[in-house]
């Protein structure tokens, strides 16, 4: 059974601070995706990664894939109030095996 | 256009009773998959249309679970004789063709 477990599961910071959340897998994927879901809402895509060692920036966010193609993370810098929400990682195995999620609450 | 539509938006019912959810992809979308979300965690695939391809129904959890895929568009996922284990959130995706999936905003189902 393919697992992507992210971590933390649950995270709570106040308005400015820095974080990182981490999808790892013992599988190689031949891309991983994340994804941002809130309350009542199915989940939005982000980025894709694709290539080994491939670091995107997407504004305050950055996301890495791993050089082997198993893992990956997403740092936010300066993390906002409107940053809060489901964070969600996918790997691309045919279908996407998603992660459990990171919970991120940002307080002001 | 339109996004990903599903209905009902939430639904409540009785063990035991049958339910049956729909999901309008994104037109001209060839793929279209459903997931279950148990709640604040991530996704758990359950099957796959593409095109007037056989689904790939690898991720029913049981033969209570079925779906189908008329004209290539519209799905509907039923849900016979429902246990209370089968309460979640139910999304639907759609997609062109690559990566990227479009999600409706889900179906919460409730069975008391």
């Known amino acids: 059974t393919q697992l992507l477990e992210q971590s933390p599961q649950f995270l709570s910071i106040q308005e400015g601070e820095n974080l990182t959340v981490y999808c790892n897998s013992s599988s190689v994927f031949s891309s991983l995706q994340w994804y941002r879901q809130e309350p009542g809402e199915g989940p939005v895509l982000l980025v894709t990664v694709v290539t080994g060692g491939e670091v995107k920036k997407l504004k305050r966010l950055t996301f890495q894939f791993g050089d082997a193609r198993k893992d990956s993370s997403l740092h936010i810098t300066a993390a906002q109030t409107g940053d809060t929400g489901l964070y969600l990682c996918?790997?691309?195995?045919?279908?996407?095996?998603f992660g459990q999620g990171t919970t991120l609450q940002v307080k002001p | 256009g339109a996004g990903v539509s599903q209905s009902p938006s939430n639904k409540v019912t009785e063990k035991g009773k049958d339910v049956e959810l729909r999901c309008d992809p994104i037109?001209?979308?060839?793929?279209l998959y459903w997931y279950r979300q148990s709640l604040g965690q991530g996704l758990e695939f359950l099957i796959y249309f593409q095109g007037n391809s056989a689904p790939d129904k690898s991720g029913l959890p049981s033969d209570r679970f079925s779906a189908e895929r008329t004209g290539g568009s519209v799905s509907t996922l039923t849900i016979q004789r429902t246990q209370q284990e089968d309460s979640a959130v139910y999304l639907c995706a759609s997609s062109s063709s690559g990566y990227r999936q479009f999600f409706g905003p889900g179906t919460r189902l409730t069975v008391l």
């Open positions: 996918a790997g691309d195995t045919g279908k996407l095996i």
């Open positions: 037109s001209g979308h060839t793929a």
